[in-house]
């Protein structure tokens, strides 16, 4: 889950397959295992969605982020693949491949060669095997937040109501947190039970529909901080995370960008939950005919917004929940460089991501994605054992000289401020 997925969302929901791929050349290929396969009848049959015409493009290895999204359902994956027409990736002037673009995937090799054997390794450890207990708890969590919330939202006794928002708004975030796993395959392993959980966790305790959360994230997942497809980058009016975003400074020269730094916690947070609820969503699972999830969301209707005692606390609930998950994803990648040229998916990591040092108390409030790095890396291992291959990438990391950063919780804190600063500070010098 990432931070404002949709400021801008309604690119993605609006976004026809069909108007897609009349955009495209006839002939759409990716690059997997060192050959081109023919996708371009499958292209509208992608459960992912419009994701995969990123690797269509040239210079894009589509080997990696097979692999990881699809860890679950390789046999099925391989079977698919050996219906595609498929040719040698050797086969590189058919491409129209520049030199430059050869040369970035010669270098890639080694570092290809390294992640696959951490990848193998951890595989025979077992780090992507489920774990029942923390799954049953993952739901039992939220479920417990919001029945001692409805036990003392109700009291006349303002401190005890207080504390019922809180507890509404936690459990609500922890909901999320295990949505977020199940959108990823990386609770049971089952892609058909994973994906019931994130739709009806992230359905009941947010009001959103979990399929049209999965196609939004996926495109964040595939190339974090890429220009022009990274969707979370696409904030514009309302915040910029990096003033190479604005095409025109004067696109960025808006009063929620300029004062971002204060407004993000205050208002950006809950206005991007918002802009979810009654428009991004709704309008997916309209064109999507989410039949399911419209159920699943009136639910979170019928708990949230009728049961609610009164609107100060409904809003002051959907303030606090919108500003714990969101602002805390701020923390992976906002203050991270961009990139507008195809990078290799261990780069793609450990140059635009960065972790928070793991603790106790942090490891709670973030649903382990304090470990940022390696959760981009490997999005289908359950997220509390990443610690479990952190010293690993970090020597990954090391071995081929690209960046690792980690910083502790308040200090990633700081720099995300300094950066929003920064950013609204070079709008105003260029306009």
Same mark, same amino acid.
């Given at each position: 889950?990432?931070?404002?997925?949709?400021?801008?969302?309604?690119?993605?929901?609006?976004?026809?397959?069909?108007?897609?791929?009349?955009?495209?050349?006839?002939?759409?290929?990716?690059?997997?295992?060192?050959?081109?396969?023919?996708?371009?009848?499958?292209?509208?049959?992608?459960?992912?969605?419009?994701?995969?015409?990123?690797?269509?493009?040239?210079?894009?290895?589509?080997?990696?982020?097979?692999?990881?999204?699809?860890?679950?359902?390789?046999?099925?994956?391989?079977?698919?693949?050996?219906?595609?027409?498929?040719?040698?990736?050797?086969?590189?002037?058919?491409?129209?491949?520049?030199?430059?673009?050869?040369?970035?995937?010669?270098?890639?090799?080694?570092?290809?060669?390294?992640?696959?054997?951490?990848?193998?390794?951890?595989?025979?450890?077992?780090?992507?095997?489920?774990?029942?207990?923390?799954?049953?708890?993952?739901?039992?969590?939220?479920?417990?937040? +919001?029945?001692?919330?409805?036990?003392?939202?109700?009291?006349?006794?303002?401190?005890?109501?207080?504390?019922?928002?809180?507890?509404?708004?936690?459990?609500?975030?922890?909901?999320?947190?295990?949505?977020?796993?199940?959108?990823?395959?990386?609770?049971?392993?089952?892609?058909?039970?994973?994906?019931?959980?994130?739709?009806?966790?992230?359905?009941?305790?947010?009001?959103?529909?979990?399929? +049209?959360?999965?196609?939004?994230?996926?495109?964040?997942?595939?190339?974090?901080?890429?220009?022009?497809?990274?969707?979370?980058?696409?904030?514009?009016?309302?915040?910029?995370?990096?003033?190479?975003?604005?095409?025109?400074?004067?696109?960025?020269?808006?009063?929620?960008?300029?004062?971002?730094?204060?407004?993000?916690?205050?208002?950006?947070?809950?206005?991007?939950?918002?802009? +979810?609820?009654?428009?991004?969503?709704?309008?997916?699972?309209?064109?999507?005919?989410?039949?399911?999830?419209?159920?699943?969301?009136?639910?979170?209707?019928?708990?949230?917004?009728?049961?609610?005692?009164?609107?100060?606390?409904?809003?002051?609930?959907? +303030?606090?929940?919108?500003?714990?998950?969101?602002?805390?994803?701020?923390?992976?990648?906002?203050?991270?460089?961009?990139?507008?040229?195809?990078?290799?998916?261990?780069?793609?990591?450990?140059?635009?991501?960065?972790?928070?040092?793991?603790?106790?108390?942090?490891?709670?409030?973030?649903?382990?994605?304090?470990?940022?790095?390696?959760?981009?890396?490997?999005?289908?291992?359950?997220?509390?054992?990443?610690?479990?291959?952190?010293?690993?990438?970090?020597?990954?990391?090391?071995?081929?000289?690209?960046?690792?950063?980690?910083?502790?919780?308040?200090?990633?804190?700081?720099?995300?401020?300094?950066?929003?600063?920064?950013?609204?500070?070079?709008?105003?010098?260029?306009?």
């Amino acid at each position: 889950m990432s931070p404002n997925q949709v400021f801008m969302a309604g690119n993605e929901i609006c976004e026809s397959n069909n108007l897609s791929i009349s955009r495209q050349p006839k002939k759409l290929e990716i690059l997997y295992q060192n050959y081109y396969y023919d996708v371009t009848d499958f292209i509208r049959k992608h459960p992912g969605g419009s994701v995969i015409l990123y690797y269509t493009e040239k210079g894009e290895d589509a080997t990696h982020a097979i692999q990881q999204f699809h860890n679950r359902s390789m046999k099925k994956i391989a079977l698919m693949l050996k219906s595609f027409k498929r040719r040698p990736a050797n086969e590189i002037k058919n491409v129209s491949m520049t030199d430059h673009e050869v040369a970035i995937q010669t270098k890639n090799r080694a570092l290809t060669k390294d992640f696959a054997q951490l990848f193998l390794d951890a595989e025979k450890e077992g780090l992507f095997k489920p774990c029942y207990w923390r799954i049953a708890w993952g739901i039992f969590e939220p479920i417990l937040f +919001w029945y001692l919330s409805y036990q003392l939202i109700f009291s006349s006794n303002i401190f005890l109501k207080i504390l019922g928002c809180i507890f509404n708004a936690l459990g609500s975030g922890r909901a999320g947190y295990t949505m977020h796993e199940g959108g990823h395959q990386s609770l049971t392993g089952k892609p058909n039970v994973d994906r019931t959980i994130r739709n009806l966790l992230w359905g009941s305790f947010w009001g959103l529909s979990g399929w +049209w959360w999965t196609r939004t994230h996926t495109k964040h997942h595939a190339m974090p901080q890429r220009l022009e497809h990274d969707q979370d980058l696409e904030t514009l009016p309302f915040l910029l995370y990096n003033s190479k975003i604005a095409k025109d400074p004067k696109q960025a020269n808006s009063f929620f960008v300029l004062n971002q730094s204060w407004l993000y916690l205050t208002f950006h947070c809950a206005m991007c939950n918002l802009i +979810w609820v009654i428009n991004s969503c709704p309008m997916f699972m309209i064109k999507q005919r989410d039949y399911f999830g419209f159920a699943v969301t009136a639910i979170h209707w019928g708990l949230n917004y009728i049961m609610i005692p009164d609107l100060p606390s409904l809003i002051f609930i959907f +303030w606090m929940r919108s500003t714990y998950i969101i602002g805390n994803f701020a923390l992976a990648h906002s203050h991270r460089p961009v990139t507008g040229e195809p990078t290799h998916w261990v780069e793609y990591a450990l140059t635009h991501t960065a972790n928070i040092h793991p603790s106790l108390i942090v490891d709670w409030w973030t649903g382990y994605l304090n470990l940022h790095i390696e959760h981009h890396l490997f999005p289908t291992m359950p997220e509390f054992r990443l610690h479990m291959v952190q010293d690993r990438v970090k020597a990954l990391a090391e071995k081929h000289g690209l960046p690792y950063e980690i910083d502790y919780y308040f200090e990633s804190w700081n720099k995300t401020i300094q950066n929003f600063k920064k950013v609204a500070e070079e709008i105003r010098s260029s306009t």
